[in-house]
């Protein structure tokens, strides 16, 4: 539904909070949300100035991911990327760099395809067109309208997980706001709460609000500038609205990686789509071929685990010894990781492919890297810390 439509939430019939049919109530609310974010929004460096590329940039970023640990990626990647023309003029490889270590590597994959795409065909400036915007890769609803309301003042409405609990409690809606009835009367609560003008600043206050005070447990009510004007205060339902959202179920996941030594280098291959670390660079990695742990068992599984290594990087490899282990968390898996090292076979199965060390940065599947390298790849999380355990290894 296009912004600025008179369509109702609708109150008692869809279980929401009757107030919200008056034009007072709203008013109030506004000007209250407005005085505090004037008071109190925090200094955030993509707040200084209102440049679309800025705003695009952040909101991808904060996708999952906390404020604290945007700002300095963000600061960095505005320093090397600073205009949507050097993004898409980087390597995609650069940009995955950049973004190592935030996670959801598939956002920085699309923002670089999206700036490629601005600069074919909106002459390297940011469309103000919201359907323009959301053709863009990795750009939905809720990205459109914060980027199109805060650079643009457009009068376009956001809902993300800080603005969806908010607005939960501000509804008292108690079905599931994920669901399709309540995305439906969440966004056009989120519409219908818009004021005419500084949609931008209203926007950025009802997510600050529902970030800093009304958070998932034990909100901030006696700082809420909306208290007195909230349902779910007044009925102390804080513990009951939003709905809970079905439980992660983990999973837990044994793998092997396999540093594969060769002189001063490392074998390395690139993930492909479709995998987990799309894009990055890795150790050979495979599920653990079974999960017995007596002798023969374990022996077994290091047989396994050497051949697929050797058929993955084509060359001969010596028996592989068991190195360290590390536990990391992706997504919904607990992986634990047994990390084996190995050299290729002297002289008679001697690698195919010979260590090149003036080679650029590598774009193939799998690759020798030197060690001088490994600093400007981009890897796996598991990938990076092994990487600094091989270097640790050759210069202690
Ligand atoms: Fe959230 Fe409490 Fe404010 Fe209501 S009064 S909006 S529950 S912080």
Redesign the pocket.
Known sequence: MAAGSNRSVGPASQGVFPGWEDPRWRGRLRTRLGTWYDKTARELPWRRSRNPYYVWVSEIMLQQTQVATVIPYFERFIQQFPTIAALASAREEQVLRLWEGLGYYRRARQLHRAAITIVAEHAGRFPDDPDAVQRLPGIGRYTSGAILSIAFDQRQPVLEANTLR?LS??LAYQGDPRGSAGQRILWQAAERLLPRHRTGRFNQALMELGSL??TPRQ???DQ?P??SL?P??VGGL?AQIPRASKRVEFQDVHEAAIVIWQGDSVWLRRCADGERWAGLWDFPRFPWPNTDSDKSSTAKAHTILRRQAQQQSQVGLGPLRPWTELKHGVTRFRIRLSVFQTNTRPPRLRARKKTDTTAPLPTGDGQWIPMRQLQEIPLSTTGRKIARLVVQHLDP
């Open positions: 908010l409690r501000l005070v009304c909100p901030r009510c809420c909306l208290q909230c779910t205060f804080q």
